[in-house]
Each structure stands twice: as structure tokens, then as C-alpha cells.
């Protein structure tokens, strides 16, 4: 048996709606003391702060740009590479592919690879989604939770083509069955979990476990976090998406007004559905939590 890489490939794949804005923007932030610790980050150009090109590629298929990534952060002569992007998590739900990706980076990089996942009461993670979904056109509450509930996830394909494309959003709520599924079958990526509801701010678990002292970052402007949108904001959210696309017509404002009606959901079906969603998940989320304190 060989001895393991000393070497590692650290993926963190959120979950969408655990902080990694917050997490991502701090890394970069960061990148110069991150550094002087052995451990690379490189953010992309552009607007965003994640490495979302080498994970959309990923998402279809495509190891070559992560692994160039890892391969030009270790050439730094750094012995510990991040990458950070929701759309990591994807990984999650397609084991196999990770598979495939612990033996190539093994190979083209002599490193280990560990993914780090933030979890997420499984009903607040809902309706952060919820609203998040609203600002690009998806609400439908009532067909997201079936499809939770029937899949453990929910799964928006190409929900934003054009310049900005992602092949993918995955939602993962079903914590427990996928990530103990995850471990099962690619035993050669350890797997980190942190709780993003006790944290001091999000990703100091994370930074401690790259060896950097939780307490010493900066905290990123308030801009840099992406707090989600309010309930009470989604229905002129819907609307003014909506308006983008309606016919200049009387018949838009009827469209405009049941849109609004839909949208709002009452808060006593708001707390329903609360309940529904953490009888079924909470109890494996908290038993992760559970066994990585331990």
C-alpha cells in the first residue's frame, strides 16, 4: 500500500444557501495570509468570487480545468489547494464522478482531495432557496418541496444560459442519505462537515481546519454576503421578472395581479411546510453534525 499523498485538494461545495458568498469572499480576501500558510486560493476574474468555471465544467464531465487549477496552485509549492463553489455539490449526488476525480488528482497531482459542506437547518436552507429561486423566475414552493421531498434535492437545469451559464443548481436537503451515500462510495475523499447555524461567521470552521486561526480574518464587507431575499419582497420580485417577458397588453396586468396572489404564502403554511421539511431531514443533518464533533 502506498503511503497518502501529503499533498491536498480541498473542494468546498457549500451547500447553496450556507454562506458561501461569505466564505468565498473571505478566502479572497484573505489570499496573501492564506498563502503564507502553504495553502493557495486563487479567485477568477470578473464579478465573482467562487471557481465556478472549473466547477460548471465539473458538473458536465470535464476534470481538466480543476485539475489544471490544483496543479498550478501546488506548483506554488503550496501543500494545501481550495476551490469554493456551490456548484461543487453536485459531486454529492454523483459519486461516481468523484470517484473518477479522487484517482485523477492523485495521479496528475499527487494530492488527496477533501470536500468541506456546510449544513444548514433543512428548512431555513428551503426557504433561503426559495427566495433566491424568486429573482430568476422559479416559485413554485409547493412543486420545489414534492421535489425535495421525493429526491432529497432540488435540481434547476440551466437556470441561467447566456455569459453567466451553469449547467445545474442543486439544492441538497437530504443531507443525512446523500452525504453518508458520498462517504459510502468514495471512501478516498474525506468528507468535512460544518454547522453554518453555530459558527461565529461563515467558514471559520473551514479556516481552521486549513490551519488558519478562525479569529484573525476580517469579516468582508456586508455587501459581500448574500443574505438571501425576504418573504414579504418575492411577490414585485415575480412581478418585475415576469415583466420582462409579458406583451405590451391590458391582459398583463391580470397576469401581473395573479402572480402576486400566488406568491404569497401564508405564514401559518410557511411554518407547515417548515415542519414537514425538518420531520424528514433534520434528524440526519444533525446526526452528521453529531458524529464530526465527535
Not at 170 to 191: E, I, M, T, Y
Not at 225 to 240: D, K
Not at 250 to 270: G, I, L
Amino acid at each position: 500500500m502506498t503511503d497518502a499523498p501529503q499533498r491536498r485538494l480541498w473542494l468546498h461545495a457549500g451547500l447553496h444557501k450556507t454562506g458561501s458568498t461569505y466564505i468565498q469572499a473571505m478566502l479572497a480576501q484573505e489570499q496573501a495570509r492564506l498563502a503564507e500558510a502553504g495553502v493557495f486560493f486563487r479567485r477568477p476574474e470578473g464579478p465573482i468570487e467562487g471557481n465556478y468555471p472549473e466547477a460548471w465544467a465539473l458538473q458536465q464531465g470535464d476534470l481538466d480545468p480543476l485539475l489544471a487549477y490544483a496543479r498550478a496552485g501546488f506548483e506554488t509549492g503550496a501543500s494545501q489547494v481550495v476551490l469554493s463553489a456551490e456548484d461543487l455539490s453536485s459531486l454529492l449526488v454523483r459519486p461516481g464522478l468523484g470517484v473518477e476525480l479522487v484517482q485523477a488528482v492523485r495521479r496528475e497531482c499527487d494530492a488527496s482531495v477533501a470536500l468541506a459542506v456546510y449544513l444548514r437547518r433543512p428548512s431555513a436552507q428551503f426557504w433561503s432557496m426559495v427566495g433566491q429561486l424568486a429573482g430568476h423566475g422559479y416559485y413554485d414552493p409547493f412543486q420545489l418541496l414534492a421535489e425535495a421531498l421525493r429526491d432529497g434535492f432540488v435540481r434547476i437545469a440551466e437556470p441561467a444560459p447566456g455569459d453567466f451559464f451553469a449547467p445545474e443548481w442543486l439544492c441538497l436537503l437530504d443531507h443525512g442519505r446523500h452525504l453518508s451515500r458520498f462517504r459510502r462510495r468514495v471512501p478516498g475523499a474525506p468528507l468535512r462537515v460544518f454547522d453554518f447555524d453555530s459558527e461565529a461567521y461563515p467558514g471559520a470552521g473551514l479556516f481552521a481546519a486549513l490551519g488558519i486561526d478562525p479569529a484573525v480574518p476580517a469579516a468582508p464587507p456586508a455587501a459581500a454576503r448574500n443574505v438571501g431575499v425576504a418573504p414579504e419582497a418575492v411577490p414585485t420580485i415575480m412581478v418585475e421578472k415576469l415583466s420582462e417577458t409579458l406583451p405590451d397588453d391590458p391582459a398583463a396586468a391580470t397576469v401581473e395581479a395573479a402572480v402576486v396572489e400566488r406568491a404569497v404564502v401564508p405564514e401559518r403554511v410557511r411554518r407547515a411546510i417548515s415542519a414537514v421539511i425538518d420531520a424528514r431531514f433534520a434528524a440526519g443533518s444533525r446526526s452528521l453534525l453529531e458524529t464530526a464533533a465527535n
